[in-house]
């Protein structure tokens, strides 16, 4: 399976466009943003919950991909009758990918920023490490620094 976020788009496009790929490809991205929310710290039960926790530190259009993202999610898991079109998991993808990339650009951003105030160069060159890579953040620093 592919555990890519943003290349489980074209997994999903190079397919049929079977109903259980364009789940797998839903599910995982918002997977995905939740996570990332929950890893800046905000709290709440589902993304809806999770954004309105992050309140005003969310920009706008993020926070609207985000919720795109939750509704789409939810009707895909909870409604029978929901069906998704190509155009539909395209432009689904699509704000996924914007959210997971802005959410990581924010997560390396905190810990470059926590990394200045623990230690100088050495941490700054991990945190832009983590960001390059894309590890989780505060996984990473904990691991390097110990804590």
Do not use: W
Not at 34 to 63: C, F, K, N
Not at 86 to 100: G, H, P
Not at 133 to 140: D, I, P, T, V
């Amino acid at each position: 399976m592919n555990r890519n976020p943003i290349g489980g788009l074209f997994h999903v496009l190079s397919g049929a466009g079977s109903t259980e790929k364009a789940y797998g490809t839903v599910l995982s991205l918002s997977k995905t943003v939740e996570s990332q929310l929950r890893e800046l710290g905000y709290g709440g039960r589902g993304i809806h919950a999770l954004v309105t926790s992050a309140g005003s530190d969310l920009p706008i259009d993020v926070a609207g991909a985000c919720r795109k993202v939750a509704t789409i999610r939810n009707k895909l898991v909870h409604e029978v009758e929901f069906v998704l079109t190509r155009a539909e998991l395209i432009s689904f993808a699509e704000s996924a990918n914007f959210v997971i990339r802005s959410l990581k650009e924010e997560i390396a951003k905190r810990a470059a920023a926590e990394a200045k105030t623990r230690g100088g160069k050495s941490a700054t060159k991990v945190a832009s490490v983590t960001a390059l890579f894309g590890l989780a953040a505060a996984g990473a620093a904990a691991f390097l620094f110990g804590n």
